[in-house]
């Protein structure tokens, strides 16, 4: 079971990233998949999740402007940036989580880096 999230990047305030988060040796369909962030100095927070059905929920701080999205058939969660700001700069992780007959479990991706400057 991994997830690998790639996509960050250095750019601009005001601009856009896509952030993706591929899943190998195991089908995301049965798995809410949350993106988190951790900013140097600061807890790692959550920025957005989406359901196995598809339902969504995202922090005030990125709401309007993130999107969390996911493509079962290229086994794949997307996160959408717009309008970024500084203060998204962060390690962005993605987290699986699934609910089995034997209990809950969590699978972290590695983190991408997104760095917001001028």
């Known amino acids: 079971v991994q997830l690998q999230a790639s996509g960050g990047g250095l750019v601009q305030p005001g601009g856009s990233l896509r952030l993706s988060c591929a899943a190998s040796g195991f089908t995301l369909d049965d798995y809410d998949i949350g993106w988190y962030r951790q900013a140097p100095g600061k807890q790692r927070e959550l920025v957005a999740v989406?359901?196995?059905?598809?339902?969504?929920n995202y922090a005030d701080s990125v709401k309007g402007r993130f999107t969390i999205s996911r493509d079962n058939a290229k086994n794949t969660v997307y996160l959408q940036m717009n309008s970024l700001k500084f203060e998204d700069t962060a390690i962005y992780y993605c987290?699986?989580?699934?609910?089995?007959?034997?209990?809950?479990?969590?699978?972290w991706g590695q983190g991408t880096l997104v760095t917001v400057s001028s």
């Open positions: 987290k699986g989580t699934v609910v089995t007959g034997s209990g809950v479990y969590d699978y």
């Open positions: 989406i359901t196995k059905g598809g339902r969504t």
